[in-house]
T-cell receptor, first 116, second 115 residues
Framework: AQKITQTQPGMFVQEKEAVTLDCTYD???????LFWYKQPSSGEMIFLIY??????QNATEGRYSLNFQKARKSANLVISASQLGDSAMYFC?????????????FGKGTHLIIQP | EPEVTQTPSHQVTQMGQEVILRCVPI?????FYWYRQILGQKVEFLVS????????KSEIFDDQFSVERPDGSNFTLKIRSTKLEDSAMYFC?????????????FGPGTRLTVL
């Protein structure tokens, strides 16, 4: 069974600061993918960034980057130069590449609030 | 940019009634999913659908749930006899393929309230 743990239920960060959202995971599958989604107060789920378990480099997408430490089973999301619009729930999720693993397993999320 | 759409955005129903939640996945996507999120909790996988049949389902997806692709564009989730605990946000998602990464794109959700 897969498990995602997000230990920060809420975070307050000053605008323009960098922020790191923690995510640790547990799986016995050798091949898997890690995803981060943003959920603003309006409720939709927005895909942010992906990291494959065999990727040699950490993923980056604009202001988002993923600090992937495979041996520690962590995949922390780093948001650089935070903006007020970054205030939202952030979910870490994973999926294995094997059969019968279609659905994403989500963590409980971190509520990020950016303060001016 | 193509997106997943869902209707209605909010549905209120009486306990015991049947509800149908509708989704239009991204047009060239082949895999479709339903997830639910009970208020304040994490998002949970319900079911995946490919080639007009269920590909995988979770323990939550019991006999009161069913999915259907009635035509070339819609994907529906039916709850036969709603219970109070079915109150949640229901998300539809789609992806082009199943191999990683093939990220799943989510719709805006339908908030179901069972009274």
């Amino acid at each position: 069974a897969q498990k995602i743990t997000q230990t920060q239920p809420g975070m307050f960060v000053q605008e323009k600061e960098a922020v790191t959202l923690d995510c640790t995971y547990d799986t016995s599958d050798p091949s898997y993918g890690l995803f981060w989604y943003k959920q603003p107060s309006s409720g939709e789920m927005i895909f942010l960034i992906y990291q494959g378990s065999y990727d040699q480099q950490n993923a980056t997408e604009g202001r988002y980057s993923l600090n992937f430490q495979k041996a520690r089973k962590s995949a922390n999301l780093v948001i650089s130069a935070s903006q007020l619009g970054d205030s939202a729930m952030y979910f870490c999720a994973m999926r294995s590449s094997g059969g019968g693993a279609d659905g994403l397993t989500f963590g409980k999320g971190t509520h990020l609030i950016i303060q001016p | 940019e193509p997106e997943v759409t869902q209707t209605p955005s909010h549905q209120v129903t009486q306990m015991g009634q049947e509800v149908i939640l509708r989704c239009v996945p991204i047009s060239n996507h082949l895999y479709f999913y339903w997830y639910r999120q009970i208020l304040g909790q994490k998002v949970e996988f319900l079911v995946s659908f490919y080639n007009n049949e269920i590909s995988e389902k979770s323990e939550i997806f019991d006999d009161q749930f069913s999915v259907e692709r009635p035509d070339g564009s819609n994907f529906t989730l039916k709850i036969r006899s709603t219970k109070l605990e079915d109150s949640a946000m229901y998300f539809c998602a789609s992806s082009f393929g199943l191999l990683l990464p093939n990220e799943q794109f989510f719709g805006p959700g339908t908030r179901l309230t069972v009274l």
